[in-house]
C-alpha cells in the first residue's frame, strides 16, 4: 500500500526542501502523491508539478490560507487550485504587500529589543521565497540570541511576544470564495488549533464554514488525539466533508516529524485522494 501526505510546505514559504526536492523526497520515501500547501502563495507549485512530471509522481497543487478566527488560528486548504486564475492571484498580490509592509516591523521591534539583525539577514535565510516568522526564529538562533526554534517564538515572536506584529488575514468566508473560483476544494485545516470550546461550538462553526462553501475537514493531523480524529471525522460524516490529512512537514522546526508518516502515526491511503477528486469533479460540475 503507497501513502499520501497532503501537507507539505517548501522554500516557497516557510519550508527547507524546495519544490523539486520534496517531490523528490517524497517519491524516494516511497509515497503515492502529496499535495503542495505553502503558506499564501502558489509560488512553488510551477516547480512542484514539473518536477513531478518529469519523475512521474502526482502532485496536487495546494495552498493553506490564514482566515480571520479567534481565540486560536484558522488555517484554510485548497486543493486542485487553478494558479493560473486571476481571482487567486490577485488575492494573493494582496497578501504579499501586506507580508511586505509587515516584516520591517518586526525587524524594527527587535531592533528596539536590541537585537542585532537586518531585514538583508531575514531575506537570505528565507531563500528567497515568502518571509514569514520562521525566518525570523532561524536569524534569531543563527546569531545565538535563542538556543531553540521555539525560545525565538515564546520569547519574540509568538502571538503577545514583544516583537510580535499582526498580518492581514481574509475572513474565512472570503478565502474559501476565492479557493472555490479558482476551481479549488476548500479544507478547513487542523481544527485543534482553532481553539473551540467544546465540540458543539466546533460544530456551529463547521455548519456556517460549509454554509459558505467548504467542502473538506482535515482529519489527520500529528498533533490530533484520538478523540480529536474521531471528532472531526463525525462532522465530516454529518456534513458530507471530504476528509484530508497530512504531516504539515516544514523541515526543521519540528522534531522528529517526517513527510507521509509524521512522527510514525500516520498511513494516509491513497483512496483520499479519490475522494478529494470527486468532490473536485462534483464542484465543476456545479454540485455540491
Ligand atoms: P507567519 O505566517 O509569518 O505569521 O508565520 C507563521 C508560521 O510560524 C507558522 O506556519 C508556523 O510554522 C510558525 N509558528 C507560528 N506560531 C508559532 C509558535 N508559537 N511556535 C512555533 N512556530 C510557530
Ligand atoms: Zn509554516
Ligand atoms: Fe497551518
Ligand atoms: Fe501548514
Redesign the pocket.
Known sequence: MAYVDLHL?TTA??GVMSPSEIVRYAKARGLRAIAITD??TIEGLEEGLSEGEKIGFEVIPGI?I?AEHSPG?M?LLGFFIDIHHPLLNEKLDYLQKA?AQ??PRIVEKLNQLGIDLTYQDVLKASGGGQ???????QVLLEKNYVRT??E???RF???GAPAYVD?FRFEPKEAIHFINEAKGIAVLAHPNTLDMDGYSELEGLVIRLVEEGLKGIEVYYPEHSALEVAQYKALAERYGLVITGGT?Y?GI?KNGLDIGVGRGEMKLPYCLVEELKAARDRALRGER
Request: charged share 40%; net charge neutral.
Open positions: 510546505h514559504s516557510d503558506h499564501d493553506e490564514s488560528s488555517h507580508r509587515r516584516n518571509v514569514g516568522r520562521p525566518h525570523f526564529a526554534f521555539q525565538a517564538f515564546d515572536l509568538k502571538k498580518k504539515d516544514h522546526e
